[in-house]
């Protein structure tokens, strides 16, 4: 039973990392939705599927690196392979009819534009090419399946282009609202610590009264709670201002 349950933490844990990787997740919508648009057509499934096997796999492994592999770039070279899986299962099986598969090019642009705007601008770069291989050649050198598609490259390239721009504002405006959140909070327990302070020096001073130990104690406080370097308390002597207390 033992040994059941040192089995089973490794395997949970194993899942936890790959559900929470988002291009696991992209790789796995990518695939259940490529098998279903070629399940619905007539070519060569396994065009398609050993790509899709292959592809989900791969994004798998990668999502146990070290912490050192972790940056702007590896993210950015998982959605250009993402890219190159989708553009292959559209036109490497030779059939018009997978064409549509281009459409889940969409996809892999909302995931860049949601990691950064670097990411937004190296993958949108890659779909412009790839469009010319998806839409473009096909169209000027197959004239059976050039009607319309010059026009279906035109618009899917159109709805790219919008669909990161709203991304990409959408999660900025987030990334902002959550940092103005978090400003609040810390502005937050900043005043709390200090309204604390105020009335630790408050009950202090009212059972001690300013004695040099008690000052002494209120110096304390200042000085780890407030912040201050060199806080220093002055008493009134008259017509004299003397020094209670300092740091």
Do not use: C, K
């Amino acid at each position: 039973m033992l040994r059941s349950q040192r089995l089973r933490a490794p395997s949970s844990r194993a899942l936890r990392r790959l559900a929470a990787d988002p291009h696991v997740l992209l790789a796995l919508a990518v695939v259940v939705a490529a098998l279903v648009i070629e399940l619905a057509s007539s070519g060569d499934t396994l065009l398609v599927v050993v790509p899709a096997i292959v592809y989900l796999g791969v994004q798998g492994a990668l999502a146990f690196p070290a912490r050192t592999r972790r940056s702007v770039a590896f993210d950015t070279a998982r959605l250009l392979f993402a890219l190159a899986v989708v553009v292959w299962m559209s036109v490497g099986t030779g059939n018009p009819a997978t064409l549509p598969l281009a459409s889940l090019i969409l996809p892999i642009v909302a995931m860049a534009a949601a990691l950064g705007a670097r990411e937004a601008i190296v993958v949108g770069a890659a779909i412009i090419a790839a469009g010319l291989v998806l839409y473009f050649v096909p169209a000027f050198s197959t004239p059976a399946v050039q009607d319309g598609l010059v026009q279906r490259g035109i618009a899917l390239g159109a709805t790219a282009v919008v669909l990161a721009v709203g991304t990409r504002r959408t999660v900025s405006m987030l990334e902002r609202a959550v940092a103005h959140a978090r400003a609040a909070s810390a502005g937050m327990r900043r005043r709390a610590r200090q309204m604390a302070a105020i009335e630790a020096i408050g009950r202090v001073l009212a059972s001690e009264g300013p004695t040099a130990t008690a000052l002494d104690e209120v110096m304390g406080i200042l000085v780890e709670r407030f912040g201050y370097r060199y806080p220093s308390i002055y008493m009134r002597d008259g017509d004299l201002m003397r020094l209670g207390a300092q740091r």
